[in-house]
Every structure is written in structure tokens, then in C-alpha cells.
Nanobody
Framework: VQLVESGGALVQPGGSLRLSCAASGFTFSHYGLNWFRQAPGKEREWVAGISSAGGRTNYADSVKGRFTISRDNAKDVVYLQMNSLKPEDTAVYYC?????????WGEGTLVTVSS
């Protein structure tokens, strides 16, 4: 089982990034998917989630209207489109897959928002 995040980078405030998380080793389409983040010195926090078929999405208030989660069940990939980035969005971003009692995590990708 693997979840591999990519797309993290240094970006200026107001900029955009798209994170990807490629999955393998499990039945991707059965799993709900979430993005979390952990800023330096802070606890990990939930950012966004999407249902197994992609019909339902939810967002933390801090990113609502700026971030969009989506998934491609044909490619086993989940995305996080991040717009209007702020310095406080700086964190390591992790994807997570969950179904019943099974839960998997990736290693994370670093997003730094700074001028």
C-alpha cells in the first residue's frame, strides 16, 4: 500500500499550487480521501475530504472557497487545488485514505508560502 504526495513547492502569497496524491496497493474507489496539513510547531489539522465516489466534499473553514479537493478513480489519484495561498498555509500536506477500519497515510509534501 502506498500513498505518494507531490506538487509541494515554494510559492508567493496569492499564488496557486495543485497537490497530487497517487495511490497503489488497495481498492482506491472504495476509500474516502482526506488532505491534512501540519505547520511547524503545530498539530496536524484536517483540510479537506472527499467521498469514495467523489460526490461529497468538505473543507475546513480556513480553506473554504480557496481550496478544492477532487479525485480521479480511473487513475487512483486525489488532488488538492490551492488558490489564493497565504503564509499561514505553509505546512507539510498529507493525504489519507480511509475505509471502515483501514487507514493509510502518505509521507507528505512541503508547501511554503512566502515572498
Amino acid at each position: 500500500v502506498q500513498l505518494v504526495e507531490s506538487g509541494g513547492a515554494l510559492v508567493q502569497p496569492g499564488g496557486s499550487l495543485r497537490l497530487s496524491c497517487a495511490a497503489s496497493g488497495f481498492t482506491f474507489s472504495h476509500y474516502g480521501l482526506n488532505w491534512f496539513r501540519q505547520a511547524p510547531g503545530k498539530e496536524r489539522e484536517w483540510v479537506a475530504g472527499i467521498s469514495s465516489a467523489g460526490g461529497r466534499t468538505n473543507y475546513a473553514d480556513s480553506v473554504k472557497g480557496r481550496f478544492t479537493i477532487s479525485r480521479d478513480n480511473a487513475k487512483d489519484v486525489v488532488y488538492l487545488q490551492m488558490n489564493s495561498l497565504k503564509p499561514e498555509d505553509t505546512a507539510v500536506y498529507y493525504c489519507s485514505a480511509r475505509h471502515l477500519s483501514s487507514e493509510y497515510w502518505g509521507e507528505g509534501t512541503l508547501v511554503t508560502v512566502s515572498s
